[in-house]
């Protein structure tokens, strides 16, 4: 929930100074991006090239957050069915984007996916979010993108143990992107958004260092090669993770004045999103949130189980950086909870579960993947997807350091809901 952004985020930041210092050993391999100068005001009216500067917000710029707002709030009342707004949260995860691609396939094939009328997403989120977007239909590509198509167009794991691979990642992850992102794609976003309904993706503005969230309806509206490379482009940003893939650079115009702006993962900003507008369309109409059901996906865990760290440097730093991530991810859904609760919606939430076996979220193998993929779509389909922050208290209370995590083929690897009384309350 972007409300808690102030609290939360400095965290993040630390953390990510943390990784950039650890990586200038990577990144000093890359040669400069020759790139303009970034517009100079944080509150500029600069636009990406061809396009109108609508297509997206800054989410500190109360005006602009204000005015979409008003007209987000219009598009969710027109695309409901049922008078009912239903919201998807993802979040990042890197490879832990296998689940919530999974989880969406189980869905599917339980019958339970309803048609989300906003659909949110950050990093690993945002490459998850078109799909979801577009429904059942696009489930194949969804499948292909986190099951085979990540291995076979992003061996990530190897790419990592190559000194200064920046650009051959970097190349990887948008080679993946540009292959899923078809005209077809793009025609039926633009389709499903003229209905009314959003899909908001978030990256970060590094120059501004701060979030931006970007509609990709709009930018699907657009049609034509132009709207296909920077729905794109956006993509690849908010899951360029610093010091792993180099930043994306956006051209943007103002008063005639060409300039470039520098987007990296949107998780540095933010891990997931219902929306900074969300606290304004409260204001525009006390009512207006009431009976809005919201689904948070996230693609990893918010909680795990004790684990003795070595002492050592590496496995400090990763586990701090873990820690930093997963609080920031728990507190954000914490908040989306108090939210829903002050305005009368209903919130579902999924993650991993504290005792899921240990899994390498830079590790984008078939084998790696397909494990994560398969449990999301078993949970799902079994109906044990949504579960609530009050469960998953209740199971970390027994959670004990283990003698060894339990394996992927264990009878006793549960689900996130695991009582029959979550899993009743926990119905779409």
Known sequence: ????????????????????ALSIFVLAGCAALPRREAPPTLFSGAAPVGFSSEVRFLSTDLASVESHSAVGLQRLRNASKDGIVRALVLSGGGAGGAYGAGALIGLSRAHERPQYDLVTGVSAGALI????????????????????????????????????????????????????????LIKAVAQEAAKGRLLWVATTDLDKEETVIWDLGAIAARGGEPARRLFRDVLVASASVPGVFSPVLIHVQEAGVSYDEMHIDGNASTSLFIAPVAAYFALLDPHSLEGTRIYVLINGRIIDAPETTPLRLAPIVSRTLSAALRHMASAQ????????????????????????????????????????FAYGEQCAERGRLWTTIGETMANAETAAMPSKRISLEDQNLQCPVRSVEFATAAAP
């Open 333 to 372: 859904v914490i908040a989306v909870d108090q939210f829903a609760e002050k305005y009368r919606m209903s919130v579902q939430s999924t993650y991993l579960p504290f005792d899921y076996p240990q899994y390498s979220s830079t590790d984008f193998r078939a084998t790696a993947m397909q494990p994560l």
């Open 1 to 20: 929930m972007m409300t808690t952004r102030n609290t939360v985020t400095r965290g993040w930041q630390w953390t990510v100074s943390w990784t950039l």
């Open 129 to 184: 979010a078109p799909f979801a977007f577009l429904g059942p239909e696009w489930d194949s590509q969804l499948t292909d993108a986190f099951t085979i198509g990540a291995d076979q167009r992003m061996s990530l794991n190897g790419l990592l143990a190559v000194p200064f691979g920046v650009r051959r990642r970097t190349a990887a992850l948008n080679t993946l992107v540009d292959h899923y992102v078809t005209s077809a």
